[in-house]
């Protein structure tokens, strides 16, 4: 019996739910932007009584680790290893592209076997953070940084049905516009879709290692320096 507790803060949206066996028991997202600092312990113990579950009863925890938001990734993965390691329960860590595409296929009424899915990431300004993910939930490319221009990644939808989504994909819509592409809207990164991925990495034994795990930033931190700063 697998009761995994899943995070996600790669985004401006913070949510996390619980897991057993691979059915979502509950999920909660917080509707305030950025909040994950402060909402996200008061989240899991929220969701836990919802369950009637302990923090003893967990199994494994895992988290959403990138890329996106360099500080939501911080707060999420330094509060899952935190959890894991004071409970004594594995860490899972999933790519944050890929449990996107799991939320973008479970919306879908069409069949989709043939087709390919294209996560995109706000990475600010005409940039995304991206990957090429096959029905199966295969990488055909691994993740990347693009920035958005008009042939952008038109050799994998020319081909094929192609599906557009996630919170870089509104900037994309005008620019890159091919025969086979579709664009989902409102598809969000939630904890909900790492469940699929954590029950079968669970089972499967792939778990980081506490001590060294960190999240895939994909590109450096760039702070800005305060202008009325004086030295």
Known sequence: MAIILCIETATTICSVAIAHNGNCLAK???????AHASELHVMVENILQETRLTLSDLSAIAISKGPGSYTGLRVGVSTAKGYAYALGIPLIAINTLL?????AQNTLHEPFQNALFIPLLDARRMEVYTAVIDAKQHFIKETFALIVEPQSLQEYAQHQITYFFGNGAEKCREIMQYPNTHYLPNIHCCASGLIQIADEAYHNKEFE??????????????GTQAKNKFF
């Open 28 to 34: 909660y997202s917080h509707p305030a932007i950025n």
């Open 99 to 103: 449990s996107l595409t799991v939320v």
């Open 209 to 222: 290692n506490l001590a060294y795990f960190e999240p895939y930033y994909l590109k450096d931190f760039v």
